[in-house]
């Protein structure tokens, strides 16, 4: 059965108070409100819902939790950017070292074996906070969100 | 939804290529949406962190116009339909009774605007996910229907019949009192 006259624009009516319809099904719903008072007060009410649920209020977010989120957030951004500067430095130091060592090999000074201490290291704790990650991957509650 | 907060002084190490002020901007309307998706304030705070850290992430995947809106509403819905399953999973688990829900307050109780919102608001929470994300992005959000689209992965015809769905059962929940 086809749908009445009524039902066709009330299935618009939505649309049409979103402005969200063509020109021409725009034209076609405002030429039917003009002579039929019952879509009109149909649309009424959905403006008046419209209306309603854009005014809910809802508690507004605690302003110190606020703060802390972003604090957190900051935290962890710099981290990122901290770890990609340790580890580009710490690579191209580590290539420099082998290609100074391969061509000038000598018995490398304390300053050098001072150097070399704190590159090593800082590369023990990369990887030790790698496998931490990798373990911890299978439980993180958001690995499988996609973006 | 406009912001009205005074807003405090960007972090250092987030202020790059806008996402400072994007995060001062919109930090309230992502949480209050986060809110109304899991409702749980503890579980939207932390969703709102991690939308954002995710956001950072993609943030050169934004719309040409430079909006990230979209992106962001699309990181938070993903993580809180994640979370509802995960709770329906859990539900399942321990076999807990559905809650009935909150029955609509008589006439009596409809005198002040207040709590008509309240009526309104638990007819809401008795659509179906699909249709309620729709009017909330639409009415509550101010989102576009090709923006909505983007956000739900669907299409702008199936959002359009979608909220007209959503509106006209509230319509006739709330009749009496429209």
């Given amino acids: ?147 | 939804m406009a912001e009205s907060r005074a807003e405090t002084r960007p972090a250092a190490a987030i202020q790059e290529d806008g996402l400072a002020t994007f995060f001062q901007q919109h930090r309230r309307r992502a949480y209050l949406f986060a809110l109304q998706m899991v409702g749980d304030p503890e579980d939207a705070m932390e969703l709102t962190q991690e939308a954002f850290l995710r956001l950072h992430k993609c943030w050169h995947k934004r719309s040409a116009s430079g909006s990230a809106l979209p992106l962001l509403y699309t990181i938070l819905r993903n993580l809180a339909l994640d979370l509802l399953r995960k709770r329906a999973v859990r539900r399942e688990e321990e076999a807990a009774l559905e809650q009935e829900p909150t029955p609509e307050p008589g006439p009596e109780a409809l005198a002040s605007q207040e709590q008509l919102s309240a009526a309104l608001w638990q007819a809401i929470l008795r659509l179906p996910q699909a249709q309620r994300e729709v009017l909330l992005l639409k009415d509550f959000h101010g989102l576009r229907y090709d923006e909505i689209a983007r956000v739900t992965g669907s299409t702008r015809a199936l959002v359009s019949s979608r909220l007209h769905d959503a509106r006209e059962r509230l319509r006739r929940r709330l009749a009496r009192y429209l």
């Fill in chain 1, 1 to 147: 059965m086809q749908p009445s006259r009524h039902e066709q624009i009330r299935a618009l009516l939505s649309a049409y108070l979103d402005e969200e319809l063509t020109q021409a099904d725009s034209q076609r719903v405002r030429i039917h409100l003009e002579d039929c008072p019952e879509c009109r007060q149909h649309l009424h009410e959905l403006g008046r819902l419209k209306s309603l649920t854009g005014r809910l209020a809802f508690p507004d977010p605690p302003e110190e939790k606020m703060k802390e989120l972003e604090r957190r957030l900051s935290v962890r951004l710099s981290r990122g950017l901290g770890w990609i500067l340790v580890c580009g430095g710490a690579a191209a130091w580590l290539v420099y070292a082998l290609v100074m060592a391969i061509l000038h090999w000598r018995t490398p000074t304390v300053k050098e074996m001072l150097g070399g201490a704190v590159l090593v290291g800082l590369l023990m704790l990369f990887f030790s906070v790698l496998r931490e990650r990798l373990l911890e991957l299978p439980h993180d509650r958001y690995r499988s969100v996609k973006k």
